[in-house]
Every structure is written in C-alpha cells, then in structure tokens.
Nanobody
Framework: QVQLVESGGGLVQPGGSLRISCEAS????????MGWYRQAPGKERELVAR???????NYEDSVQGRFTISGDFVKHTVYLQMNSLKPEDTAVYYC?????????WGQGTQVTVSS
C-alpha cells in the first residue's frame, strides 16, 4: 500500500505564495503519476496539476501560469508552488498518486487565501 503525507498548507494573503509538499511511502516503487487535487466547500474535487514520471505536466486552466508542479520520482515526492494566490484558491488540497495497483490519496492540507 502507498501512503501519502502532505505538508505546507496554511493561511496566506491574496497575492501571496505558498508551497505544499507530498511524500509517498510504503510500496511506492511503481508510482508513475503524482499530482494535486483540491476541493472547496460545496464543490467537487478537481484536478489542479499533475506530473508523470515521463515528465508530462498538466494544469487546471485557472492556475496555469501561477502554479508550478514538480515531481521527484526517485524520492517519490511532489511539490506545488503556488504564486499570486487568490481567495478562490481556498480549498483542501489533496495529494494523489497512481501506480499499477490504482489511485492513492493523502489526507489533505488546508490552503486558505484571505486578508
């Protein structure tokens, strides 16, 4: 089984920056895709950004140009650098990993953008 542990969430003012991290442990050797999803109150969970072990990257349209995802598939970690944060970025951010056995999720880390 794969375990994912997120860190780095918190409160930040609009226009500020935050970096969240996720590290995989357990049977992590076959992970080939890692990323971040988020869920705001009353909304469905949505993909924010993902990166594959081959280097392909995808971003949700509203974060393109503001967020940067990076993944280290040797250390099995994934980072999300979030710049120019907006109140609408407020959500619980979940780390996601995919391997041969399926999908794995972290517990989530709260990101709140507010003055």
């Amino acid at each position: 089984q794969v375990q994912l542990v997120e860190s780095g969430g918190g409160l930040v003012q609009p226009g500020g920056s935050l970096r969240i991290s996720c590290e995989a442990s357990g049977r992590r050797f076959s992970i080939y895709d890692m990323g971040w999803y988020r869920q705001a109150p009353g909304k469905e969970r949505e993909l924010v950004a993902r990166v594959s072990s081959s280097g392909s990257v995808n971003y949700e349209d509203s974060v393109q140009g503001r967020f940067t995802i990076s993944g280290d598939f040797v250390k099995h970690t994934v980072y999300l650098q979030m710049n120019s944060l907006k109140p609408e970025d407020t959500a619980v951010y979940y780390c996601h990993a995919q391997d041969a056995s399926g999908h794995h999720w972290g517990q989530g880390t709260q990101v709140t953008v507010s003055s």
